[in-house]
């Protein structure tokens, strides 16, 4: 291979693991699961097609232990579950916007982040990175960049006991160098996201050095309201985002040269979440 293709293919040495956010899709029966599969053995068949999955349920709430048990007995070994950290251990309970009178330190925050952790540790080797997933903050919520990490930082170094960590905005104008300093000085990964209102992720490494912690966090979640104009069921894909994914696999090759990575397809992305992620899986083996 000459160097202008090696430029175009980057050399992939670290491990990529590809799946999907949540494997609970009641319309994935037929096109993913065969036909009669039960809720209860979705995790199971899960698990021969992807190495990996992310738990999006833990976003609005801690699973009970055995909830935890049952992912961990359901798949083999070296399967990795990622999770969403609880919204009430960093948002004070809502989904929108935090909760300004829940304080640092203070022993709700704390106990609710070691109750996550300790349900979390109960999957063993099979525990994978947690995602702390910010939503958009209207304006005027935090006065700046700087009273947002305010926040931030102390809540990074009090989730230690959830390492690794990666974390996800969707404020464009916190994409900055300032954000990445704090990633890395807690050793949080910055979660390379597409989502509606936010740059590409291949546009943001562009103009930023994005690698923030030994590995790499991708969530491929698209545009929720496009795809539920289109389709209510998503069992196939129905928006064409092969350019899309064309530039996901090429910042995949360039991420995975120098470290493994995590990567999750959402249904509103495509249509189909294991379809993307397999499509996804291809355009980087093929190139590679």
Same mark, same amino acid.
């Given at each position: 291979?000459?160097?202008?293709?090696?430029?175009?293919?980057?050399?992939?040495?670290?491990?990529?693991?590809y799946?999907?956010?949540?494997?609970?899709?009641?319309?994935?029966?037929?096109?993913?699961?065969?036909p009669?599969?039960k809720?209860a053995?979705?995790l199971?068949?899960?698990?021969?097609?992807?190495?990996t999955?992310?738990?999006?349920?833990?976003?609005?709430?801690?699973?009970?232990?055995?909830?935890?048990?049952h992912?961990?007995?359901?798949?083999?070994?070296?399967?990795?579950?990622?999770?969403?950290?609880?919204?009430?251990?960093?948002?004070?309970?809502?989904?929108?916007?935090?909760?300004?009178?829940?304080? *640092?330190? #203070?022993? !709700?925050?704390? =106990?609710?982040l %070691?109750?996550?952790?300790?349900?979390?540790?109960? $999957?063993? +080797?099979k525990?994978?990175?947690?995602?702390?997933?910010?939503?958009?903050?209207?304006?005027?919520?935090?006065?700046?960049?700087?009273?947002?990490?305010?926040?931030?930082?102390?809540? *990074?170094? #009090?989730? !230690?006991?959830? =390492?690794?960590? %990666?974390?996800?905005?969707?404020n464009?104008?916190? $994409?900055? +160098?300032?954000l990445?300093?704090?990633l890395?000085?807690?050793?949080?990964?910055?979660?390379?996201?597409?989502?509606?209102?936010?740059?590409?992720?291949?546009?943001?490494?562009?103009? *930023?050095?994005?690698?923030?912690?030994?590995?790499?966090? %991708?969530?491929l979640?698209?545009?929720?309201?496009?795809?539920?104009?289109?389709?209510?069921?998503?069992d196939r894909?129905v928006?064409?985002?092969?350019?899309?994914?064309?530039?996901?696999?090429?910042?995949?090759?360039?991420?995975?040269?120098?470290?493994?990575?995590?990567?999750?397809?959402?249904n509103?992305? %495509?249509?189909?979440?294991?379809?993307t992620?397999?499509?996804?899986?291809?355009?980087?083996?093929?190139?590679?």
């Amino acid at each position: 291979m000459d160097r202008r293709a090696a430029r175009r293919h980057p050399v992939v040495v670290g491990t990529l693991r590809y799946g999907t956010c949540s494997w609970s899709e009641k319309s994935w029966v037929g096109p993913f699961y065969p036909p009669g599969t039960k809720p209860a053995d979705y995790l199971r068949h899960y698990a021969t097609q992807f190495d990996t999955v992310e738990t999006d349920s833990t976003y609005y709430a801690s699973p009970p232990a055995d909830r935890v048990r049952h992912w961990a007995e359901d798949t083999p070994p070296g399967f990795v579950i990622s999770s969403k950290l609880p919204r009430d251990c960093f948002l004070g309970g809502d989904a929108r916007e935090m909760d300004p009178a829940l304080v *640092l330190h #203070a022993p !709700a925050f704390e =106990a609710a982040l %070691a109750r996550h952790a300790q349900k979390m540790q109960l $999957l063993g +080797e099979k525990r994978g990175p947690t995602v702390v997933q910010c939503p958009w903050f209207q304006p005027g919520y935090f006065r700046d960049l700087h009273d947002f990490l305010g926040r931030l930082d102390p809540f *990074l170094q #009090a989730a !230690a006991g959830l =390492a690794p960590l %990666a974390v996800e905005v969707r404020n464009r104008d916190f $994409l900055h +160098e300032e954000l990445l300093a704090v990633l890395r000085r807690h050793c949080a990964a910055l979660t390379l996201v597409e989502i509606r209102g936010m740059p590409h992720p291949a546009d943001v490494a562009e103009r *930023l050095d994005v690698r923030t912690a030994a590995f790499f966090y %991708a969530r491929l979640i698209g545009d929720r309201t496009a795809i539920e104009r289109k389709t209510k069921t998503l069992d196939r894909i129905v928006v064409d985002k092969s350019e899309s994914l064309g530039r996901w696999a090429h910042l995949l090759q360039v991420q995975a040269a120098s470290a493994d990575g995590f990567v999750y397809a959402n249904n509103h992305f %495509a249509g189909f979440g294991p379809a993307t992620a397999k499509e996804l899986r291809r355009l980087v083996e093929g190139a590679a």
